[in-house]
């Protein structure tokens, strides 16, 4: 099948053809419009969006060298994210596919990410084997899963306040670094000393407040950016700039440590050989050699998307909607556009 998948969700527009079992073309714009206002601004996001959505997907299928009528099946996230740039994607999506008379799939945006391990990166592309512990870390979510062989899971845990890419933001913003902070952050961290300053690592076995720890697989972020807003106030500005590094080294260690944590922890729980890390911040190139030496301490298969599919990508639209037509899941195409995902305790049953 060659299946266009679309991606409006935030700040990229982005446009994929899967070929079968291969990503024929990948194509992203990277919105520049937000960095003087420190975050997404969703007016501007949108417009943007319809500005680019035509030439990216006309480039997506150049690229892969087919034409449009030979399109099967055209897939576009539904959320969640900024509702006005997700209804730019889905619309040209639906559209599209009524033109063409072909069937449209809407793909849940955080399941893609969480499906990400399944996008076919090369020939002899290894993906999850049996259930699999899924942590999808971003700037608006951090989420983990029991993801079963029936693409059915169940949401263990998830963060009470601020996602792990917010906090590395957030407190980026603190220390005066452009955004978006996270990569800027990852960059000084690499030259940094991670041990410099001990910052709250929240709901871990490291945290004063564990005693309720055991089976406990949530998230919290907002403590440890009152933190760093507490230290730095107390310490003269020179002295921040002398630190930067270590600072910025400090922060990435709390974040990670704890996303390593339980993510590691969830797996022998629930006694699964597989880990999976998907979302923008699985990009971080601390969180990537953590994982990798955490997860061969204990004797668990780790799998990453490459760079380029850990951020916002069509390819994972793609790649989802070929894998639920394969098993049968795509029904009467109803659904809700919603900014906020709303996972239940048990996700999505067996199909």
């Not at 949401?155 to 800027?184: C, Q, S």
């Not at 590094?245 to 996303?259: G, P, T, Y």
């Amino acid at each position: 099948m060659n299946i266009l998948g679309i991606e409006t969700s935030c700040d990229e527009t982005s446009a994929a053809i899967l070929i079968d079992d291969r990503v024929g073309s990948n194509v992203i714009s990277s919105q520049r419009c937000h960095t003087g206002f420190g975050g997404v601004v969703p007016e501007l996001a949108s417009r943007e969006h319809e500005r680019m959505i035509v030439p990216i997907v006309e480039s997506a299928v150049t690229e892969a060298n087919i034409t449009k009528n030979e399109l099967d099946c055209i897939a576009a996230t539904a959320g969640p994210g900024l509702i006005g740039a997700v209804m730019v994607g889905l619309c040209f999506a639906e559209g599209m596919a009524f033109a063409l008379d072909i069937p449209f799939v809407p793909v849940n945006h955080i399941e893609a990410h969480m499906f990400s391990a399944f996008i076919p990166e090369s020939p002899n592309h290894r993906v999850p084997e049996g259930p699999f512990i899924s942590l999808v870390v971003s700037g608006g979510h951090t989420l983990l899963s029991l993801v079963r062989e029936d693409l059915g899971y169940e949401v263990i845990g998830r963060t009470l306040d601020d996602a792990a890419g917010e906090a590395f933001d957030k407190t980026g913003k603190m220390l005066g670094l452009p955004y978006p902070a996270g990569p800027v952050i990852d960059r000084l961290a690499s030259t940094g000393d991670p041990h410099f300053h001990s910052f709250p690592k929240a709901l871990t076995s490291q945290s004063q407040t564990s005693r309720n720890y055991r089976g406990n697989f949530d998230f919290s972020f907002s403590g440890l950016k009152t933190s760093v807003l507490t230290w730095l106030q107390k310490h003269p500005r020179d002295f921040v700039a002398a630190h930067l590094n270590d600072i910025a080294a400090s922060i990435q260690h709390a974040i990670v440590s704890v996303l390593v944590e339980k993510a590691i922890a969830a797996a022998r729980h629930f006694r699964v050989s597989a880990v999976s890390v998907a979302g923008g911040v699985s990009a971080n190139s601390a969180l990537r050699e953590a994982m990798k030496e955490a997860c061969a301490r204990h004797g668990i298969d780790l799998h990453i998307p490459g760079t380029v599919y850990s951020t916002d990508n069509a390819a994972m639209i793609a790649s989802l909607a070929g894998l639920m037509l394969s098993k049968g899941m795509v029904g009467d195409n109803r659904y809700d556009v919603a900014p906020f995902a709303s996972f239940g305790a048990a996700s999505r049953k067996s199909h």
